[in-house]
């Protein structure tokens, strides 16, 4: 079997791609990614291309079974800007099966994708973890304190790396055509929670600070954000949905086995915050 995994060198595509490895050693992945020299794990063929290019995909889709997307592309991460050209060659060349990583909401690639012959399944997973990554690692390594708003904030975060694993067990076992799997971790934690369990996997307390939504505004904004993405992050996390905190399933039920929790996922990442 031939996989192509598109944003293959992104958070979730390299989980993806590792997963399939894992789940499939005879498995023949192909990575789509617009840099001919990322870097890959042994085996994966490389193919130089971009969504939003459909010109550069003919030789990507050849000889391709299943495919993993991603729904945005280019270097700003914008919409797909001819999704039915995307979807026109994937058909064309036999693709019989796919996922595609994205939000709640579907937009034109998602309904094309959906109407076509492929076996089409929508992957919706929750907030990653991989997020206390980015936005934790520098401010713990240097004063071992945190400084948010939401303290209360819950949240059902999921393991990047189970995100993976549900895509690699539907690509090669297919048998969820037109479904949509909301994917979360095992646990609701507040914010607080995972600062204290973060604390616990380095071995030294992380003091939590919280903010006003105001003082959150004003930090955010010296530290370059701008007023779009502010308001983004304060409706984001001051207003989670209800996908955001509930614990589903999914992970357990394609995969056989539990999901990772956030105390897994610190341990692992323990030396990036140190």
């Not at 079997?1 to 979730?12: D, K, N, Q, S, Y």
């Not at 130089?48 to 280019?74: M, Q, R, W, Y």
């Not at 995972?194 to 919280?210: K, P, S």
């Not at 304060?234 to 999901?259: F, H, M, Q, S, Y």
Request: aromatic share 6%.
């Amino acid at each position: 079997m031939r996989i192509l995994i598109t944003g293959a060198t992104g958070t979730v595509g390299r989980n993806v791609v590792e997963q399939l490895a894992a789940a499939d050693p005879t498995a023949e992945l192909r990575a789509l990614t617009r840099n001919a020299e990322a870097v890959l794990p042994a085996g994966v063929e490389t193919a130089v291309g971009d969504l939003s290019a459909p010109e550069t995909l003919a030789d990507a889709f050849k000889g391709v079974d299943a495919v993993h997307f991603i729904n945005f592309a280019g270097e700003q991460y914008g919409a797909i800007p001819d999704p039915a050209a995307v979807v026109a060659l994937a058909e064309a060349a036999g693709v019989r099966r796919c996922t595609v990583l994205g939000g709640m909401a579907d937009g034109p690639f998602e309904t094309l994708l959906a109407a076509s012959a492929i076996e089409t399944t929508f992957l919706h997973p929750v907030e990653f973890m991989s997020n206390s990554l980015m936005w934790w690692a520098a401010p713990i390594k240097a004063e071992s304190r945190i400084r948010e708003p939401f303290g209360d904030r819950r949240s059902a975060m999921v393991h990047p790396a189970d995100i993976g694993a549900v895509a690699a067990r539907v690509l090669l076992d297919g048998g969820h055509d037109g479904g949509d799997l909301v994917i979360t971790g095992p646990e609701v934690l507040t914010l607080q929670d995972r600062v204290r369990i973060l604390g616990e996997a380095i071995g030294r307390e992380v003091e939590y600070v919280e903010l006003t939504v105001e003082e959150a505004r004003e930090k955010w904004s010296g530290e370059g954000f701008h007023e779009g993405l502010i308001a983004f992050l304060l409706e984001a996390l001051g207003n989670t949905p209800p996908e955001g905190k509930t614990v589903v399933d999914t992970v357990e039920r394609v995969t056989g086995r539990p999901a990772r929790t956030f105390a897994q996922w610190a341990g692992e990442h323990a030396d990036a915050f140190k």
